[in-house]
């Protein structure tokens, strides 16, 4: 099989010709590879991070997991009727300027934009051994601003048909597009301010709903739009890193992310495609939540204590049935500061607990640190090679 196959197998639950291995290498491992300043990859694109994380997968022999799809364009609809185009992330109609200071050890680029509502500023600092920190979110005063990204977040920014970048992954792994949960999404232009998001969910619970729901009609229209892509991605990520049970409640991830997870994995199921969740952290309430009220096919990375509280055994028994698995092998303790030997071990303990019937793949927790040394991600991939044959 080819890494495509068999993690597209393992993810519908089936049984692969062997237990796909899928750390999580995502930001950290490929930019180090690349022996550059991590702001060239980050800031400058210089390489990509997709690109420098396609050449990691090729280095480890590992079944990759490509989660940057997405369209590079936008269409613009004018008032007036016409049309015009642009490259950008940002759904955002104003024009993004910004002022990029250089210090030894780092980038700064601070980034505002003027809209007839007033002006958004934010600012990201980028190390030079790290993936990016915001230092300052666009969304500073909950009314006033909201009222801005709404305005921003317009739906006459359309993206186009094609999916530009689908085939870089080819048969070496699963091609995925991404989309927040509306938790996630609203941490995020806080500035990863957990602390005041909810607070503000607890004293403005009228424009808090006003948010979400403003984002959950946004994101379905997203995953649709995705969904109507030619070709079709293999899957729909839901992300999730900012709704772990380690920071917000089971009853506000019901209450505000639940309502979206339950229309996106429907509308995925509908069209045959993957639906698949990213909770790191503490996450067993999290499962037990998509597995009774969703139509959710994956959920991972299932981090095991200290970071997390899943105990796979018991997942694999009591969820197996309906969920795909993804992950349990800690990062810290074995991936980083373990022997070669424990890595193994606990690979040989993942796949002993959770392979049997198929739809599991042997993947770490969140993000494989840095530091990391070559020979436990290439020990992962041996154990799976050898041991995780069906």
């Not at 915001?134 to 909950?142: A, F, N």
């Not at 095991?304 to 795909?324: C, E, Q, T, Y």
């Not at 494989?368 to 041991?387: C, G, K, S």
């Amino acid at each position: 099989m080819t890494s495509n196959e068999r993690m597209l197998t393992a993810f519908r639950r089936g049984k692969p010709d062997r237990v796909p291995v899928s750390p999580d290498i995502s930001n950290m491992i490929p930019a180090k590879l690349t022996g550059k300043p991590f702001w060239e990859i980050y800031l400058y694109q210089d390489p990509s991070l997709p690109e420098t994380y396609l050449e990691a997968i090729k280095k480890y022999g590992i079944d990759g997991w490509y989660i940057y799809g997405g369209r590079e364009g936008l269409i613009y609809f004018e008032k007036s009727g016409g049309t015009k185009s642009r490259s950008s992330n940002w759904e955002w109609e104003s024009e993004v300027k910004d002022s990029i200071t250089s210090h030894q050890d780092r980038m700064v680029k601070e980034s505002w934009l003027d809209t007839e509502y007033g002006r958004l500023n934010w600012r990201v600092r980028y190390p030079g051994d790290n993936p990016p920190l915001i230092e300052e979110g666009p969304v500073k005063d909950l009314k006033r601003d909201f009222t801005i990204i709404k305005y921003l977040m317009d739906e006459r920014w359309q993206r186009k048909p094609e999916l530009d970048d689908y085939n870089k992954i080819g048969d070496l792994g699963v091609y995925g597009v991404s989309v927040s949960l509306p938790v996630d999404w609203w941490v995020s232009l806080c500035g990863n301010r957990h602390d005041k998001v909810i607070l503000d969910i607890h004293y403005e619970p009228e424009h808090m709903y006003e948010v979400f729901t403003f984002y959950h009609r946004y994101a379905v229209k997203r995953v649709k739009d995705y969904l109507s892509s030619k070709p079709q991605p293999d899957e729909i990520v839901l992300q999730g890193s900012s709704s772990s049970m380690s920071v917000i409640s089971p009853s506000i991830f019901k209450k505000y992310n639940l309502p979206f997870i339950k229309d996106a994995t429907k509308l995925c199921k509908e069209a045959g495609v993957i639906s698949h969740l990213h909770v790191c952290g503490k996450s067993r309430e999290v499962v037990e939540i998509v597995y009774d009220e969703t139509d959710l096919d994956v959920v991972e990375p299932l981090e095991r204590p200290p970071s997390g509280n899943v105990d796979l055994m018991a997942i694999k028994r009591k969820f197996g049935d309906k969920l795909a698995l993804k992950g349990n092998v800690n990062t810290f303790e074995t991936m980083l500061r373990g022997t070669v030997e424990d890595v193994k071990r606990e690979a040989k303990w993942c796949i002993d607990v959770a392979a049997e019937g198929g739809g599991f793949v042997l993947a770490t927790g969140d993000q494989v640190p840095r530091d990391t040394p070559d020979e436990n991600i290439f020990a992962l991939v041996e154990t799976a090679e050898r041991y995780g044959k069906y």
